[in-house]
């Protein structure tokens, strides 16, 4: 099943040179990109993992896909998303973010019901991925 | 087709304005200025062959300038990522200028993030690499210039058309520094060295100095000041034209205070001029008599 989370996502997913255009778009608003990058796909799980820094001072879409390389070739069978960070006062907090990697195999999400006392049930998801494998192994 | 001919499109490209500017503004660089020309007759017929379909790799623009201190090194950098900009060799034209701190870490695995920081903010512009040569230091075999060397190395020729690299530094050191690093040295193709600037050309630079800061020097002062580059260009640690800066700056405490004292109101006249004896009080000439003397009394 297939991941959607993050704006983009029910397109197909980004080629580099789209990618290197919507982080130009990012850089002409003056937002800063960031790289971050998980194996947990669960849609509550907000905060992934950074690679490096933000990169402020940015001035060029080039060095962002550099570093999106380098990403790549470190967790290749990971999620990978661009953030972008609007610094302005009032909003400072990331204003995009869209998926730029993931694996190549999702098994995609299991429905977990926990009754509660009576008959009520309570619902929750879980990725089968997850629950495979501890954390740096599952994809 | 009248409107694609090579200097109707050398006039819109905006180049022209460009490189009329750097003759404007900088004085003599002959073989600089012939060599920017150059290239920039390169990449504009380059466009016309891709217009036509013919094959039109962007050449490697990696450059290597030269030069004693003062001889305009930083000031041609700028100017050449403008130049590279109009020319759309480069997508935004900025400079990033940068030394051996920068780019060379403390610790172990500090100087590739460092590196390939300062190589990410000039994606899309000119890297400036003043004093390249520090970035080598043979006396010490664990220094770890040589890893951001190869950082830069592998960047130069991979992302040829994302980023150019200009090193720059003295003549003699750049060479030590080229041949203990080969691959650096191939990755270059241009090596622009400065030439020391002439007396005249020193007094022109010190014209147009003056010009942008509303002064001007009278005759006698100009003969005066004429008289000096002629002194301190035999002293040591002359810098071509930083030292004409720093004399200008001198000459213009000295202005100040000569009017300081002044008791009537100063004309526009006044404030403007700067006369001989500004120039005159200078302790050039005092070292230049004092040598004279001695040369006299021997």
Known sequence: MRLTQGTFSFLPDLSDEQILKQAEYCLGKGWAIGIEYTDDPHPRNTYWEMFGMPMFDLQDAAGVLLELKSCRQTFPQHYIRLTAFDSTHGTESVVLSFIVNRPKEEPGFRLVRTEGPGRTVRYGIESYAVQAHPEGERY | MEADTPRALFEASGVKAVLDQLDAELVGLAPVKGRIRDIA??????????????????????????????????????????????????????????????????????????????????????????????????????????????????????????????????????????????????????????????????????????????????????????????????????????????????????????????????????????????????????????????????
């Not at chain 2, 950082?151 to 080229?178: P, S």
């Not at chain 2, 004399?247 to 100063?266: G, M, S, V």
């Not at chain 2, 700067?274 to 120039?279: N, R, S």
């Open chain 2, 41 to 298: 007759a390169l990449l504009l017929i380059d466009r016309l062959r891709a217009q036509q379909g013919l094959q039109s790799q962007p050449p490697s623009l990696h450059m290597c300038f030269t030069g004693n201190p003062g001889t305009g090194k930083t000031t041609v950098a700028l100017r050449m990522a403008e130049v590279l900009k109009q020319l759309g060799y480069v997508r935004k034209g900025h400079l990033v200028a940068v030394t051996r701190d920068d780019l060379v870490g403390q610790f172990i695995g500090h100087t590739a993030p460092k590196t390939k920081e300062v190589i990410k903010k000039a994606m899309g512009g000119v890297l400036f690499i003043d004093e390249a040569y520090y970035l080598y230091r043979p006396d010490n075999e664990r220094d770890y210039g040589q890893e951001s060397i190869e950082i830069l190395l592998q960047v130069m020729e991979n992302h040829r058309d994302d980023l150019v690299v200009i090193l720059a530094g003295y003549k003699d050191r750049m060479d030590t520094f080229f041949s203990s690093n080969p691959g650096m040295a191939s990755r270059i193709a241009h090596h622009l060295d400065f030439p020391d600037y002439r007396e005249d050309e020193l007094l022109q630079i010190a014209q147009l100095m003056l010009q942008r800061l509303n002064y001007r020097f009278d005759p006698a002062a100009q003969d005066a000041f004429a008289r000096y580059l002629r002194l301190r260009r035999e002293q040591p640690h002359f810098a071509n034209a930083r030292s004409v800066r720093n004399a200008l700056d001198r000459i213009r405490l000295r202005h100040a205070t000569r009017l300081f004292d002044a008791e009537h109101a100063l004309t526009r006249e006044q404030l403007t001029e700067l006369q001989a004896e500004d120039v005159l009080a200078s302790r050039v000439f005092a070292v230049a008599d004092a040598q004279g003397a001695a040369r006299r009394a021997a």
